[in-house]
């Protein structure tokens, strides 16, 4: 029963966070955003490990700083910039495309032959992301860029999974602290080379938006997700993929008064099922 309950605040926490992104995107500079939101789970994830007995561990530094780019630095930024042209719900949609760039990703960087199942979610993925910007309600240039900016954002992801594999030692809260402060050091440095990089207007509302997201979806996260892995399954963990989208489709629609044209909700579609396409022959090898 605990680790139903872990798999859903999971959920609620990753669905939830393009709710609160939405709520910032117009009264700061993304990389700002990216910033603090890094930092704060640096700083938490720093506290964590000082309550743990931190043992011998191999700190792998060149690999920290390429996962702080495509894990961090690069996605927050993007997502924060696609979020000004394109509706939360969607956002969550796109990004669920993680596993399926994953796949490709391999496919391409790696002696991995991709099966039938795979190489349809893979296209069906793209389809149903070009309905998605093609709708007639929502297409202009402005949503082309906020979504091509959420598919690099979620291409990042996919190969910061990849690199994450190469991460020795069962330590991860420690990796995703060096990870994390990593990439704060490095949207620090941008902030000062950019013009009004430091400038926010922020209402306490806001600011309870960018304490949640740094704490729970920079650090808390990671850490549900990692126990979920590696204590219960990650076959199981891996069913976020699913809850994720559906979250942050209904809080859009509650909270921020999205709506949902025939379209996108036809693309939508699209992407699920290229989702659930993608684990089908991952499901079947772990029964």
Request: aromatic fraction near 14%; include cysteine; charge should be positive.
């Amino acid at each position: 029963m605990y680790k139903y309950f872990l798999l859903i605040c999971l959920s609620l926490i990753w669905g939830s966070q393009f709710m609160f992104i939405a709520m910032l995107t117009h009264d700061a500079n993304p990389f700002f955003i990216s910033f603090v939101k890094a930092l704060l789970g640096a700083i938490f994830l720093m506290i964590l490990s000082l309550l743990i007995k931190e043992k011998n561990y191999k700190k792998q530094w060149k690999l920290y700083i390429l996962i702080a780019l495509f894990e961090v630095v690069i996605p927050f930024v993007l997502i924060a910039f696609g979020q000004k042209f394109v509706d939360s719900g969607v956002t969550s949609v796109i990004m669920a495309l993680v596993p399926v760039f994953t796949l490709l990703i391999l496919f391409l960087s790696t002696s991995k032959k991709m099966n039938f199942y795979e190489v349809v979610s893979v296209i069906l993925g793209f389809i149903g992301v070009i309905v998605i910007s093609m709708s007639s309600k929502e297409f202009n240039m402005y949503t082309v860029s906020g979504l091509l900016c959420l598919l690099l954002a979620a291409v990042s992801f996919s190969i910061s999974l990849v690199l994450m594999q190469k991460l020795i030692s069962a330590t991860p809260i420690l990796h995703m602290r060096n990870i994390l402060g990593i990439a704060s050091i490095c949207l620090l440095i941008v902030l000062f080379f950019i013009p009004n990089g430091f400038g926010f207007q922020f209402n306490v509302k806001q600011w309870v938006a960018l304490l949640i997201l740094g704490v729970m979806h920079s650090a808390v996260a990671f850490v549900i997700y990692n126990i979920l892995v590696n204590k219960y399954d990650p076959l199981l963990a891996s069913f976020t993929n699913y809850l994720v989208p559906i979250v942050g489709l209904l809080l859009g629609l509650l909270f921020l008064k999205e709506t949902i044209s025939l379209v996108v909700l036809i693309g939508i579609v699209m992407i699920f099922i290229s989702l659930i396409i993608s684990q089908k022959k991952h499901h079947h090898n772990k029964n």
